[in-house]
Structures are given as C-alpha cells and as structure tokens.
C-alpha cells in the first residue's frame, strides 16, 4: 500500500476511535485492520504504530492547535478536519521520515476527499502557522 493510502487508513481510525470508548479501541483497531482485504503485515503494524503514537501524543497536537488556531477550538472543529490535523501536526513533530510541506499537502488531499467544502482551506491555512511556529521554535 503506498504512502497516501496508509495516511488515509490512519485518518480513518483516529476517526473511528471518536465514537469508541478508550477499552474498545484496540479491539476496533484490529477488526479494523483485519477486514482489509490483502494487507501486507508490514502496512498493518505500519498503521497501527502510528495511530498509537499520535493517540499517546493527543492531548500535547491538540493543545498546539488551540493555541494556534483562533476561534476555532478543537471542541468546535469537525471531527474529520481535527482527527486530519491531529495526523498532520504528528508527522510535522514527530515522523523523520515526512517533510512537513508533505504532511501539509496530503493533509489537504485527505480534507479534499473526506472533509466539507471549506475543510481544505482551513487545514491549509492552520497546518501553514503550524510550520511558521514550529519554524520560529527551532531558530
């Protein structure tokens, strides 16, 4: 599976585990992933890892994005615009492996796909102070 397809199946179970309780979700995880049809091992444990780790660091992305954001609260967010940006904000501090204006356009390809009318311009613009910030954090 390539890059693109293994962002959009994090997305979707950070969106997923809104609507579980804390217990339920690694049991919604793997039945999740379980009803992919002919998934790689690797693209599993790729996924699962990842959708862990941006869960532990939850509370940390979105008070980030409260500070930046302004007038728009996670509480206020779209769960799908806000479980894209929680994704986004992990990548752009935490995973090596992406450059940030990647991060940021497949954010905004993902928001284009699953998101509202205005959900592209917004990821936009919100990932871009984000970069600006953590830009003027490591100067």
Same mark, same amino acid.
């Given at each position: ?35 992919? #049809? ?5 693209? &599993?444990?790729?996924?699962? +890892? %990842? !959708? ?47 450059? #940030? ?5 497949? &954010?905004?390809?993902?928001? +284009? %796909? !699953? ?25």
């Amino acid at each position: 599976m390539g890059r693109r397809g293994l962002r959009e199946n994090i997305f979707k179970l950070l969106f997923m585990s809104e609507f579980h309780q804390p217990e339920e979700l690694e049991h919604q995880v793997g039945v999740y992933l379980g009803e992919m #049809e002919s998934l790689e091992e690797q693209d &599993a444990d790729y996924m699962q +890892k %990842k !959708y862990e780790s941006i869960r532990e660091h939850i509370l940390e992305i979105d008070s980030m994005l409260n500070e930046i954001s302004r007038g728009w609260k996670t509480s206020r967010m779209s769960r799908v615009d806000l479980n894209i940006l929680r994704l986004a904000v992990y990548e752009i501090y935490h995973d090596e492996d992406v450059p #940030e204006k990647v991060a940021a356009n497949e &954010a905004v390809e993902i928001a +284009k %796909k !699953y998101g509202g009318e205005e959900s592209a311009s917004f990821i936009n613009g919100l990932l871009g102070k984000v970069i600006r910030t953590r830009g003027e954090q490591h100067s």
